[in-house]
């Protein structure tokens, strides 16, 4: 009888795949689910990746099947139906609401605290955690890890409510907020700008669907006139034109250079042609530098805490004294 020994050794393969983003999502649908459970509002770029993800998957689903959704090579121009964050902001107005979700995290076994940051404020109680959950992980195989940087606010007991983002927004996306309360985002009560806390229904409808259009096309306006805020709000300038954003009232232009005759960049000192991606401060018009070489520029002086003035000595005010423009 023949016998072929090699039958009896064979190995059983099953496949170990998962998709990073897909188990992200799914794990900061848990903390939304849960934070709601305890009236929290969201706020910042769950929001934000949420109004974006939605639309883009609508369009997707218009043309394609669920089954290929995670596969951003089908359909590229809904790619962004994939976005995430790591990133949770989340404000409790109670505080025992605060600890009861704060206990959450702590009890559940598969959530590791691997940092804690206690903040200083004068009005309200403000930790950032950073959580890790592992995923995938057997007697042979460490799994992945992944990351989520959760950041926990609460009114004190005695103070006033107010919503995120505390009359503090800088930026047209953090005027937008979620509750369970609520078929998606709205606009929050307490965004700081009176014309728009105080604005009439009709118009404040028209200036929602402006603003959520703009975002699901990855384009928001600066809204802050607090002049302590200028080199906040420039760190976060370059964050989102790193992430490809556009931003509709920088404090320069970013074109691309269109005049035959060549000029010099004020940083690296050589010249720049016809066609390169530049930026041009509306100051004066005349300090114009290489794209790469103003951010480079921005970033040394935030490193720095430096005053932000351009190399022709011109103040770089990115915030925003004339909400008009924005409202109209």
């Not at 009890?107 to 940092?115: L, Q």
């Amino acid at each position: 009888m023949n016998y072929d020994i090699n039958n009896v050794f064979k190995t059983q393969t099953h496949e170990n795949f998962f998709i990073y983003e897909k188990e992200l999502r799914a794990l900061l649908h848990n903390f939304k689910k849960k934070a709601y459970e305890y009236n929290g509002i969201l706020y910042g770029e769950i929001v934000i990746n949420s109004i974006i993800s939605k639309y883009y998957k609508e369009k997707f689903l218009e043309k394609n099947d669920n089954n290929n959704f995670w596969n951003t090579e089908i359909d590229p121009e809904t790619a962004p139906r994939v976005i995430t964050t790591k990133n949770f902001d989340v404000y409790f107005k109670n505080f025992n609401e605060y600890l009861n979700f704060f206990n959450y995290i702590k009890t559940e076994k598969k959530f590791e605290i691997i940092n804690t940051t206690n903040l200083e404020s004068l009005n309200f109680i403000h930790n950032k955690y950073v959580i890790n959950v592992n995923i995938g992980k057997t007697i042979t195989w460490n799994g992945v890890d992944i990351s989520i940087n959760l950041n926990i606010t609460s009114k004190l007991p005695k103070d006033k409510y107010v919503e995120p983002p505390f009359n503090e927004a800088h930026f047209t996306s953090d005027l937008l907020i979620m509750t369970k309360d609520g078929n998606g985002p709205r606009f929050s009560r307490n965004t700081g700008i009176y014309e728009l806390d105080n604005m009439n229904i009709i118009d404040k409808n028209e200036y929602f669907a402006k603003i959520i259009k703009e975002i699901c096309f990855f384009k928001i306006n600066i809204v802050s006139k607090n002049n302590l805020a200028n080199n906040h709000i420039a760190h976060k300038c370059i964050e989102y034109l790193k992430n490809n954003w556009t931003i509709g009232n920088l404090p320069f232009k970013i074109e691309k250079y269109n005049d035959i005759s060549p000029t010099t960049c004020y940083i690296c000192l050589e010249d720049i042609g016809n066609e390169n991606k530049i930026g041009k401060f509306i100051n004066n018009g005349k300090c114009i530098l290489h794209f790469n070489c103003l951010i480079e520029y921005l970033k040394n002086k935030l490193e720095s805490n430096s005053e932000l003035i351009c190399p022709l000595r011109q103040d770089i005010t990115f915030i925003n004294h004339d909400y008009k423009c924005l409202l109209d």
